[in-house]
């Protein structure tokens, strides 16, 4: 029986030792907390097989103090390295998910910022400071309206107080405003306040995102100027062939008075033709008659003569 449980206990030694090998290999490829303490847990556990199989062998005698000392520090360890592993996995996609968010807040293009459930700033991107030059987080829990990006305008920051007023109360705002920027130049500016929730629906932040539209504003204005030109150009031109369109009226009106009289000076031309056609005629049946006549005359006095002789 001795000897049995000395086998058991050595291959347990051995796989306890092939299992902490493992986790070494993957400590030195990823140096995760919960691995460390797997390992060390493993360690105390391969301890108490070693030592239990000398005692077995009679190699070594009472160590039944230091086996429950060990004992009752492997299930401790090894718990430890058990919430480490869930709990510390879960901080580190948290942390990554935290990186992946600052990432991308920081790198947007547009204005963004969060504020606590009062108006007062909690964080801004890097294109939102860049733009007004704050520096060392000096905007960090102003009240919004009183930052650098509301202190050219009074009006426009009594409408960013209605605005925060109405997202407090839980409306989605956007308007139009403009800010200067670090060389005090206005741009236009898309403005959005958003509120947000937590799981019992209370307001905890409000995210504010501003887009600088003055490029498309620009872009706006010149499409208005080259429309209102283009008006202009297609009234002066419509103005143009009107007045050329009453000019040809005018012309086609005078060449129809024109066409009138040439027809009638041709109707009586053709009549005149006619007339004179109908007279070329009888002229012509009168030639045709005295013609006859001569004729006549001459065959009469040609007969006459012999008849003359004769007689």
């Not at 190699?59 to 390295?81: H, V, Y």
């Amino acid at each position: 029986m001795g000897n049995y449980i000395v086998i058991v206990n050595m291959l347990s030694a051995f796989f306890i030792c092939l299992s902490i090998v493992i986790v070494f290999l993957r400590i030195y490829r990823e140096r995760i907390q919960y691995k460390i303490l797997l390992s060390f847990a493993l360690t105390i556990l391969l301890a108490g097989a070693i030592i239990n199989t000398l005692e077995h062998a009679s190699m070594i005698s009472n160590t039944e103090g230091f086996e429950q000392i060990l004992s009752i520090l492997f299930l401790p360890i090894l718990i430890f390295a058990i919430y480490e592993r869930i709990i510390g996995e879960q901080l580190r996609e948290r942390i990554q998910s935290e990186k992946k968010f600052k990432g991308i807040f920081d790198q947007a293009f547009s204005f963004i910022g969060l504020l606590d459930n009062q108006g007062r700033i909690i964080e801004a991107n890097k294109a939102a400071i860049k733009f007004v030059g704050y520096s060392n987080n000096d905007y960090e829990g102003s009240f919004l309206p009183d930052t650098k990006w509301w202190d050219h305008s009074e009006p426009e920051k009594k409408k960013l107080l209605l605005a925060l007023e109405q997202a407090i109360n839980g409306e989605t705002v956007r308007f139009e405003t403009t800010h200067l920027d670090i060389n005090r130049n206005s741009h236009h500016i898309d403005f959005l306040l958003k509120p947000i929730y937590d799981s019992n629906e209370k307001l905890i932040y409000l995210i504010v995102e501003g887009r600088d539209i003055t490029e498309i504003k620009q872009t706006k204005l010149e499409l208005e100027n080259h429309k209102k030109n283009l008006e202009e150009l297609v009234q002066k031109r419509t103005l143009e062939l009107e007045t050329a369109n009453s000019e040809l009226q005018t012309i086609n009106e005078a060449l129809n008075g024109k066409n009138t009289i040439i027809k009638q000076q041709n109707t009586m031309l053709k009549r005149a033709f006619d007339d004179l056609k109908e007279a070329q005629g009888q002229l012509i049946q009168a030639e045709k008659m005295a013609s006859l006549g001569v004729l006549t005359a001459g065959v009469a006095h040609e007969i006459n003569n012999p008849l003359n002789y004769i007689m």
